[in-house]
């Protein structure tokens, strides 16, 4: 049964519906005209019965105690024959064309006694010389002698006739309708799977490496096929986007890597030309060792963003002022001499009170290191680090009084490794700000980066008025998450 069943999977689709179709329709068919031939037999027969049954009741009276007939006339008048039975079902008397062979067996006969009997004599099919349809039923008791049971029996020609004719139409009409639904399922299952088909062979050009392409879908239709292929385009247009997202990271993650990676061979290279004394040994190790904690850094942001955009929604959450005030703390006890964050003043945070949101504490901890990297970098002291909650979304400045940042940075700078021309001297990657704003993307909130009066936003949209000054200002809105419904 399953090699049977794998067999039938392996025909093509349309194969598969026709052959469905036909089965179905066979059936049904099928059932229709063993109904219509049971309902004409058996109004035939009705007919025949009560036709034989009259003539039994008014024969019956006839019959003499020996088995003859008084007056047969009545029998030829309808065309019938009889037979007189004794109780061994022997024949008495009858007709020449019912002749002297019984026409029941002792079985019948004895069954005749107690009740009527009916039963055909000769075949249907095929057709037989001498077809007939037989009534039996015993004598009235005040006949006396031998006669016990009479049969009357009419000729089934007309009626057999007609049956085979009915059932000879009803093959042919069958067989007809099967092939003309047969027909018209395999031209409705090629036309229903002719789109199919269209959108597998662009599918497979797709596949072969043509871009751009996207399923030629009719404009003016939508059923089930149709809506497939809408499904498909923005199936096709996600992964294109997905895949020209790919290869712009690779692109430009192998421009950035490339430089560090040259300039540490290139060190090396220098260090080799000559005999060198252990103190300019180990000026060069420090040397390469900066550019040896660059290139962990900026491997170490490119696995934070990769994962990021790949996280899934979890349902940590975590105190936003909580966290900001934590890592705050850490940067004036931890921060080296030479940061600019380090000296007294230079960074300060306050908090108006607890912001609650569905990000778990380390994402918090990432934005908000990344956020003063940043301002560290490319901005200048003092930094400021606000938490305020506002429109039901807690919301996390920070800002620094550095030169800022012109219209066309602004509008770019959570591209991965965007960078202003002047900034490529100094340390950094250009992923902070992208690994930021997909955080807070993830999270369902929005980005603001903010200089000199121009504003822009990244992610969802926001009720939220800016309220700050001139100074860049990094904002962060991110959704409150919401308290537990009382019980």
């Known amino acids: 049964m399953r090699d049977q069943r794998g067999r039938i999977s392996r025909l093509p689709l349309r194969v598969r519906l026709v052959a469905g179709f036909s089965a179905t329709m066979l059936f049904v068919l099928t059932a229709a ?112 002698g031998d006669a016990a049971v009479l049969v009357v029996a009419t000729k089934r020609n007309q009626r057999d006739e007609a049956l085979r004719e009915l059932l000879g139409q009803l093959l ?82 192998s421009h950035e890597l490339r430089t560090p990676l040259t300039l540490l061979t290139s060190r090396v290279q220098l260090a080799l030309r000559r005999r060198r004394t252990v103190a300019e040994h180990e000026g060069i190790l420090e040397e390469i060792g900066t550019d040896v904690s660059r290139l962990s850094k900026l491997a170490e942001q490119l696995l934070a963003l990769g994962t990021e955009q790949t996280a899934t929604h979890t349902d940590d959450s975590a105190d936003l002022a909580a966290v900001a005030l934590r890592q705050v703390e850490l940067r004036h006890s931890l921060a080296p001499p030479d940061s600019p964050l380090s000296a007294p003043g230079a960074l300060h945070v306050a908090a108006s009170g607890p912001a609650v949101v569905s990000v778990g504490s380390a994402r918090l901890t990432q934005l908000i290191d990344n956020l003063l990297d940043n301002a560290a970098v490319h901005g200048a002291p003092p930094v400021t680090v606000e938490v305020d909650t506002t429109n039901g979304a807690a919301r996390l ?87 537990p419904a009382q019980s």
């Open 397 to 483: 400045t920070v800002s620094d009084a550095g030169l800022g940042m012109d219209q066309a940075l602004l509008s770019t700078a959570t591209q991965r490794f965007a960078r202003a021309s002047e900034a490529r001297s100094r340390p950094g990657s250009g992923l902070g700000l992208s690994l930021v704003e997909t955080i807070v993307a993830n999270a369902g909130g929005q980005l603001r980066l903010c200089s000199h009066g121009r504003h822009e936003r990244f992610g969802a949209d926001f009720d939220a008025a800016c309220s700050h000054d001139e100074r860049t200002t990094a904002t962060v809105l991110l959704p409150l998450q919401p308290e």
């Open 33 to 144: 005209g063993v109904f219509v031939y049971w309902r004409v037999q058996y109004a035939v027969d009705h007919r025949l019965n009560t036709q034989l049954a009259k003539t039994a009741r008014v024969v019956a009276p006839l019959v003499t105690s020996t088995g003859e007939v008084s007056d047969d006339d009545a029998l030829r008048a309808a065309g019938d024959h009889y037979q007189v039975l004794d109780r061994t079902g022997q024949v008495l008397t009858a007709d020449k064309t019912a002749g002297a062979k019984p026409l029941l067996d002792r079985s019948e006969v004895r069954s005749a006694l107690r009740h009527p009997v009916r039963k055909d004599v000769g075949q249907f099919l095929p057709a037989s010389d001498r077809p007939l349809r037989v009534y039996a039923k015993a004598l009235p008791a005040g006949t006396g």
């Open 172 to 253: 042919a009409a069958g067989f007809g309708a099967l092939i003309i639904t047969a027909v018209v399922g395999d031209r409705l299952a090629r036309a229903a799977l002719k789109p199919v088909e269209r959108y597998r062979s662009q599918a497979a050009d797709i596949a072969s490496g043509a871009t751009g392409v996207r399923l030629d879908v009719p404009a003016d239709r939508d059923d089930e096929v149709t809506r497939l292929g809408h499904t498909l385009n923005d199936v096709l247009s996600a992964l294109e986007d997905a895949l020209e997202h790919e290869r712009r990271f690779v692109n430009d993650a």
